[in-house]
């Protein structure tokens, strides 16, 4: 069964440094998805991609953040300067349509930790 | 502030009971209605999907949709203690939306 995967697991990093959290969806998926989860509390939407475009993003995700499918596989999340409380569950979706019961399967997850 | 409200539990079943889990939500224009389970340290695995009011059945999972009321409920049948876990409940808002809105989740345990 296809199933979205990220890379790392586990991403540990100092306050201020760059991170790039790298996902590849499932492969016939046109909708991709950028949530996260700080340790105890809800899973929040970060951003969504279609069409090697932001479609939608929340307030959580400032100048910081980016996202980029470099190529026709990976989708990345990069946070430029890390902060303490950027340490959570960062967790890839993808869809393969927007209307109806469009649903969203989730990867694993990259856990990063910042120091 | 799009708001979805579940019970946090944790609920505790006996193993073959019925698990009953439910959510309410805020946003009156919300189209799709998503339950996910999570065990703790894992990302959410979807379990039912539901856009039209009523009942949807698959395996021992029913969701419930009741739009008037602004409620999704989901059942869990013949409990195992495999199903111990969270439910998150997910809502998608209004036709052209990409996000999806979670509650809290509800623990649930099932007892041997």
């Known amino acids: 069964e296809p199933e979205v995967t990220q890379t790392p697991s586990h991403q540990v990093t100092q306050m201020g440094q760059e991170v790039i959290l790298r996902c590849v969806p499932i492969?016939?998926?046109?909708?991709f998805y950028w949530y996260r989860q700080i340790l105890g509390q809800k899973v929040e939407f970060l951003v969504s991609f279609y069409n090697n475009e932001i479609s939608e993003k929340s307030e959580i995700f400032d100048d910081q953040f980016s996202v980029e499918r470099p190529d026709g596989s990976n989708f990345t999340l990069k946070i430029r300067s890390t902060k303490l409380e950027d340490s959570a569950m960062y967790f890839c979706a993808s869809s393969d349509r927007l209307a109806g019961a469009a649903e969203q399967y989730f990867g694993p997850g990259t856990r990063l930790t910042v120091t | 502030q799009k708001e979805v409200e579940q019970n946090s539990g944790p609920l505790s079943v006996p193993e073959g009971a019925i698990a009953s889990l439910n959510c309410t939500y805020s946003d009156r224009g919300s189209q799709s209605f998503f339950w996910y389970r999570q065990y703790s340290g894992k990302s959410p695995e979807l379990i039912m999907s539901?856009?039209?009011?009523g009942d949807k059945e698959d395996g021992r999972f029913t969701a419930q949709l009741n739009k008037a009321s602004q409620y999704v409920s989901l059942l869990i049948r013949d409990s195992q203690p495999s199903d111990s876990a969270t439910y998150l409940c997910a809502v998608k808002a209004e036709a052209g939306s990409y996000q999806l809105t979670f509650g809290k989740g509800t623990k649930l345990s099932v007892i041997p």
């Open positions: 492969s016939n998926h046109l909708y």
């Open positions: 539901i856009y039209s009011n």
